[in-house]
């Protein structure tokens, strides 16, 4: 794991999730063990239990291995330990700019950023897809043609509640069903298995950034994509929903000129790193707002 924090420090990691899944994959025993884990059935099974109060036995080993901390989000015992992974954040916590013009991350997060072309193939949760593919509609790629393709990478100590980045009137909500797998991309060096993730995507349209599309993408042992609402007005840091257990990712899709998207974040991209973020930190500027705001631009 490869990124830079919001300091702008450079930070190379291997997480204990990390370490398991290269157990799974690359030993023999473990291979044994990743067969039924992929299988559907199992994620559903495991998605009961982890609704179940038992399950909540397992949280305060899981908060001190992945070292999270606790004093960000809201006070309370927990019912399940999906209760507790799709806890909420204290409000104070996190910051918005002011600005409406202002775009913002929907979740906190590793982003990486892409410009959309012909040939891109972007890897998302160890499948490579074009934007046709992700979406499985060949229209509404059309759309994006030579714009931004944004993957904000969510790992299972992050806040698992995610928001909206403009505001607009958003459509219906589109789902995509998945073979659900791991994120870790070192699954492909020893077990060629076929995926494609279960994900839930909708059309946000915005007067100030354009048809913005935001889709939650599910991973290995997510029962659910909770997606509160469909076909009405939403508001720039409202909350759109939350996962259930599993580290899952959030896509944008943006149109050509819609954004002056942070420059980082591209080049943090092409360097190999992902850029650390929070829920409300700016990805980007509405074009020409930066005129707006200063008379003499």
């Given amino acids: 794991m490869k990124y830079v924090d919001r300091n702008g420090k450079k930070v190379h990691k291997d997480s204990s999730q990390d370490k398991l899944l290269h157990f799974l994959y690359t030993h023999t025993w ?122 904000l990478r969510l790992t299972v100590g992050d806040y698992h509640r995610y928001h909206y980045p403009v505001s607009g009137k958003q459509s219906k909500n589109h789902f995509i069903p998945g073979i659900l797998h791991t994120v870790n991309p070192i699954a492909n060096d020893y077990i060629p298995i076929y995926k494609e993730n279960a994900r839930e995507y909708t059309v946000i349209r915005s007067p100030l950034f354009g048809f913005v599309t935001q889709m939650e993408v599910g991973a290995m042992l997510v029962g659910k994509i909770c997606n509160h609402k469909q076909c009405c007005t939403v508001t720039r840091g409202e909350e759109k929903g939350y ?27 092409k360097h190999g790193f992902e850029t650390q973020l929070h829920l409300g930190d700016t990805l980007g500027q509405a074009p020409g707002s930066q005129n707006k705001n200063n008379p003499n631009g």
């Fill in 30 to 151: 473990g291979r044994m063990l990743l067969k039924p884990l992929v299988c559907p059935e199992f994620s559903k099974l495991a998605g009961k239990f982890l609704d179940t109060g038992f399950s909540a036995k397992l949280v305060p080993s899981f908060i001190k291995s992945n070292h999270i901390d606790m004093s960000s989000y809201e006070k309370k015992e927990y019912g399940s330990f999906n209760d507790f992974f799709a806890r909420k954040i204290n409000p104070e916590a996190r910051t918005f700019s002011p600005k409406d013009s202002d775009f913002i991350s929907p979740c906190d997060c590793y982003a990486s950023a892409y410009s959309i072309h012909s040939n891109l193939h972007v890897s998302i949760k160890d499948t490579s897809y074009t934007v046709t593919s992700l979406l499985r509609n060949k229209k509404l790629a059309t759309h994006y043609k030579n714009g931004y393709l944004l993957v």
């Fill in 243 to 269: 996962f259930q257990y599993g580290g899952s990712t959030i896509v944008l899709l943006l149109e050509k000129d819609s954004i002056l998207l942070r420059p980082d974040l591209l080049q943090n991209t």
